[in-house]
């Protein structure tokens, strides 16, 4: 079946706009994370949705990232006035109910100029 | 907050070695997990353990709950196995928390 899909794969912005990032998780996963990975490093938790709610928005970095799933499926990471840092690859990924592995996304590489 | 510690960060071996890469972690948990990126790929999840060891194929996994410490061996490593393995666990030590990931173990391995 199909697998968590994440657009677009490639998003050049420049410094001061906003930008939303989508994912479509696999179908009937109720539990949906976001990670961003910045190049050498390993991913770093952002925020993890079980259905419609935000379970743990404490790695969001500051006010200016937020994310929605409102009918419990996709979610959209939206990133206000980006900043040079917030270049990364932004990584989804979604868990069904019955189980804790994690199935991950390809990415959206994020540039900020 | 759990915090991850891998290592070594960087291993280049000659094909049909047995390699290990190492995982501690801080906070007790429900399960960790091993995960593999290939350069410029995704994160594929190879094994989520709680105790003991699990298989699959060449690639063995082992976890110490007690010492807060995992391993991952890959025997007859070949040129294919060459990638990023990560280790991660519940940043929080439930199983359904987002996950705190190691740097990674960047893995070579030379025909």
């Known amino acids: 079946g199909a697998g968590v899909s994440q657009t677009p794969s490639n998003k050049v912005t420049e410094k001061g706009k906003y930008v939303e990032l989508r994912c479509d998780p696999i179908?009937?996963?109720?539990?949906l994370y976001w990670y961003r990975q910045s190049l050498g490093q390993g991913p770093e938790f952002l925020i993890y949705?079980?259905?419609?709610?935000?379970?743990?928005d404490s790695g969001l970095p500051n006010d200016r990232f937020f994310a929605v799933r409102p009918e419990g499926s996709v979610s959209t990471l939206k990133i206000q006035r980006t900043e040079r840092g917030d270049s990364a690859v932004y990584l989804c990924?979604?868990?069904?109910?019955?189980?804790?592995?994690?199935?991950f996304g390809p990415g959206t590489r994020l540039t900020v100029l | 907050k759990n915090e991850v510690e891998q290592s070594p960060q960087n291993l280049t071996a000659q094909e049909g070695e047995f390699i290990t890469i190492n995982c501690s972690y801080s906070?007790?948990?429900?399960?960790l997990h091993w995960l593999q990126q290939h350069p410029g790929g995704g994160i594929v999840s190879l094994f989520m353990?709680?105790?003991g060891k699990k298989k699959h194929g060449r690639l063995i996994a082992t976890i110490n709950i007690q010492e807060k410490h995992s391993s991952l061996h890959i025997t007859a490593s070949h040129p294919r196995d060459s990638a990023v393995y990560i280790c991660a666990v519940p940043h929080s030590g439930g199983g359904a928390d987002g996950l705190t990931f190691g740097k990674g173990t960047h893995l070579i391995i030379q025909p």
């Open positions: 179908s009937g996963h109720t539990a």
């Open positions: 949705f079980q259905g419609t709610g935000a379970a743990d």
């Open positions: 906070v007790g948990i429900s399960a």
């Open positions: 353990l709680s105790s």
């Open positions: 990924a979604s868990r069904p109910g019955t189980s804790d592995t994690q199935y």
